[in-house]
């Protein structure tokens, strides 16, 4: 007899989201394709197998390993690498929606599988794509709620302006002991680590003091970030230099991730490094860079900017859904 992890009386066999929330997410994967199509993008598929894994220390990919066998590689967080080598070959403006993977990551706006709509876009800079985001996210505001308010006006705020604004001090200025400070005074519960990690006491700032003050209804694009968090995007000269980079933030949660892509094979390389240095000082797995990737950029990535967006919590603002559960058919806990 199969064995299974719930009795015989439970209903976990069902669908987590309605039948009803599942045509309209249907109906969001039609309007998508759509909407690129009609703008003159190539739709890619690329492997979710990957035989390197992400440096980031804020993403943890999931380990595959073959029967009575060594490591097979793992599953990917994001498609932007071999997208990025699809770009090196010549393959012009060109999208995916890819199911992609996230150790660690569960609750009310995670599931370790979920949907990712990543893009690129040759010569452009990261304003007009920010303008290419809000007019999808209007597209499938009609499309898929046409009886809910619209978005409102969208708003860019740059990363200093945000944080004098909603936390009230300056983050290209203040210490790592003078942003504890604040979060203290504000009752945030402060790790101890982070008393010496400059840019994790501004994540979690970020998280806890900025982002809940942002208007729910109004799409927020948030900009210029300090150089620091970088990640793959290029860094702007200036005084400050910063990050060209951006988040977007709707229905209270993140929803995208742009960059205006970093294409120099040594900065990248440099890049990686430093991450692998900083996984191990948090005592986390260090994973082989993807060489084929930094490859591609030795052999030239063109002028691009791109993003990513997560397709999941895009389809819970839109539909009214408190939890992610409400919009997949199957989360891990029914999977």
């Known amino acids: 007899m199969p064995t299974s992890r719930a009795s015989s009386s439970s209903s976990d066999w069902r669908p987590s989201a309605s039948l009803e929330r599942l045509r309209l997410r249907a109906k969001a994967l039609h309007a998508v394709r759509g909407f690129f199509a009609a703008r003159g993008l190539l739709e890619v598929e690329t492997p979710q197998l990957s035989a390197a894994a992400a440096t980031d220390v804020h993403l943890e990919s999931l380990a595959v390993h073959a029967p009575g066998g060594p490591l097979s590689g793992w599953l990917h967080t994001s498609p932007e690498f071999p997208m990025k080598r699809l770009l090196a070959a010549g393959a012009g403006d060109i999208w995916q929606l890819a199911r992609v993977f996230r150790g660690g990551e569960q609750g009310r706006r995670h599931n370790p599988e979920f949907s990712l709509l990543e893009w690129y876009r040759l010569d452009w800079d990261t304003a007009r794509l920010m303008t290419e985001v809000e ?30 604004r909603h936390a009230g001090f300056d983050p290209f200025v203040a210490s790592a002991a003078e942003i504890v400070t604040v979060l203290d005074a504000k009752r945030v519960s402060v790790p101890e680590s982070l008393a010496a990690d400059r840019d994790a006491a501004l994540d979690l700032a970020l ?38 980079r951006f988040e977007l933030f709707f229905g209270g949660m993140e929803l995208a991730n742009g960059f205006h892509e970093l294409a120099d094979p040594r900065e990248q390389a440099a890049r990686f490094q430093a991450d692998l240095h900083a996984r191990r000082d948090r005592g986390l797995d260090a994973p082989p860079v993807d060489t084929r990737f930094l490859g591609a950029l ?19 603002c839109l539909c009214g859904a408190s939890h992610i559960d409400e919009v997949l058919a199957f989360p891990w806990a029914r999977a």
């Open 135 to 164: 007019e999808l996210l209007r597209v499938l505001a009609a499309e898929l709620a046409p009886g809910r308010p619209a978005p409102g006006e969208t708003e860019r705020l740059s990363y200093r302006e945000a944080f004098l």
């Open 207 to 244: 998280s806890m003091l900025v982002e809940p003050a942002f208007d729910a209804a109004r799409p927020t694009f948030l900009v210029d970030f300090p150089a620091a968090q970088a990640a793959l995007a290029r860094v702007r000269p200036g005084d400050p230099p910063v990050a060209d």
């Open 298 to 316: 030795a052999h030239g990535l063109p002028d691009c900017a791109g993003v990513a967006v997560g397709f999941d919590r895009v389809l819970m």
